[in-house]
């Protein structure tokens, strides 16, 4: 058969030709009829920041400043590793209420081996993560063994931990971890260097380049349609213009803060295991429809075990993070609006809670709106009443958004 009948076959559709088309002009058309077909993805939620950002820079310059901006990306890593967790779970419809509690007695856990018991910090780490993992596995069993629904059971966990978690601590209710722990220092006082955070800023746009290039490759040698090159070298620029803009800025002060490196490194690895891997796509399969994916072949109930103990997993990891940035864990940690702003900014970032729907990024534009409205109105002295309020506003917005864009998706014959 000639090079030209292997053309042939079928002529490509509205979609195929926009994602086969090159230039900035392409990805406008065919983010416009993303948008149009109900797939608003990240839109709604970067819409958001610049409205809020925009909002409290008026009524406080200080807000933008570079200070306020490296003390807000610090304060994103623990509850947005929470988050990250949760967004997990959503993606198969279902919801873990306890991941304050558990992230709770995972610091008490860290603190009373290390400093009361002594052990070495590792081993304390070790333990304290192991908790959560046990916690999620836990959950996965009764889910998958009696049928209990997810919200019973991590709200039983909710009371049960907390409860726990008060018993660990003893009678003191407060443990310092001392400050010349390593793990202190990495949570309050490491910083990378500006040469260090430019390498990593082009490394990192080097990788992402790569790997799309790769992508496309691979589609177009199996005949399906691929991204094109000047696409991709548009997003690479945006992304290093964004990167080192963002680093100059952040480096006026003190620079970008190897915590909340850690929590983007997260992010970037989950994204790759949702994205890239079988578990990944079974995960999605599940939250899509758990009947379709039974009958794909997919281990329904070993999906479930692994989204429930991956999330309590990171909810303790949140923990830690949480204890290591205040030096201490007490009867408090874990408990107040952690539990709610973890949750809230899983679906504040654009995951569905009807499952299915949802990337690794909404952990990280989640946390980034619920905390930059907490600082916002911290700078001008405002009640968390108020706070309380306007992030139940937000995320009650969020929903509608997602319950509209699901019919929008549905009417047009794309859900």
């Avoid at 490491?190 to 390498?199: D, K, R, S």
């Avoid at 040698?221 to 945006?238: D, F, T």
Wanted: net charge positive.
């Amino acid at each position: 058969m000639s090079a030209r009948g292997d053309e042939r076959l079928v002529e490509p559709n509205a979609d195929e030709r926009l994602l086969s088309g090159s230039g900035i002009r392409s990805l406008l058309e065919a983010f416009v009829a993303r948008v149009r077909g109900g797939d608003l993805g990240a839109v709604p939620v970067v819409l958001g920041i610049i409205v809020i950002w925009t909002v409290f820079q008026a009524l406080n310059p200080v807000f933008l400043s570079s200070e306020n901006l490296v003390n807000l990306t610090m304060q994103c890593a623990a509850i947005g590793t929470i988050a990250l967790g949760v967004v997990v779970v959503l993606l198969v419809g279902e919801i873990d209420l306890s991941v304050g509690s558990v992230s709770g007695l995972a610091a008490a856990v860290l603190a009373v081996t290390f400093v009361q018991l002594e052990w070495n910090l590792v081993l304390s780490l070790v333990a304290a993560l192991a908790i959560g993992c046990l916690v999620g596995l836990l959950y996965g069993y009764l889910f998958t063994r009696f049928g209990l629904p997810s919200f019973v059971i991590t709200l039983a966990g909710l009371l049960g931990f907390l409860g726990l978690q008060l018993w660990v601590l003893g009678e003191t209710g407060s443990i310092a971890i001392p400050f010349d722990s390593w793990i202190v220092q990495f949570a309050q006082q490491l910083f990378l260097p500006p040469w260090a955070a430019y390498t990593l800023a082009v490394a990192t746009v080097g990788v992402y380049a790569w790997s799309r290039v790769r992508h496309a490759q691979r589609r177009a040698a199996a005949n399906l349609v691929s991204q094109g090159y000047a696409s991709i070298a548009v997003r690479s620029g945006a992304l290093m213009v964004f990167l080192v803009a963002a680093i100059w800025y952040l480096s006026l002060d003190r620079g970008v803060g190897v915590m909340f490196l850690f929590f983007l490194a997260l992010v970037v690895v989950m994204n790759f295991l949702l994205t890239r891997t079988r578990w990944g796509r079974s995960v999605y399969a599940v939250g899509g429809s758990v009947e379709a994916a039974r009958r794909a072949g997919i281990r329904v109930d070993r999906i479930y075990l692994s989204v429930f103990a991956l999330c309590s997993t990171l909810a303790a990891a949140g923990g830690i993070l949480a204890a290591a940035r205040l030096a201490s864990a007490n009867q408090s940690s874990g408990t107040g609006d952690v539990n709610l702003n973890a949750i809230a900014a899983a679906v504040i970032g654009g995951t569905s809670l009807f499952g299915g729907r949802g990337s690794a990024f909404s952990a990280l534009v989640g946390i980034v709106v619920i905390q930059s409205i907490s600082s916002g109105l911290t700078l001008l002295n405002l009640d968390s009443s108020v706070q309380f309020m306007v992030t139940g506003v937000v995320l009650v917005l969020a929903v509608i958004v997602d319950s509209l864009s699901r019919r929008t998706r549905a009417a047009t014959g794309r859900a």
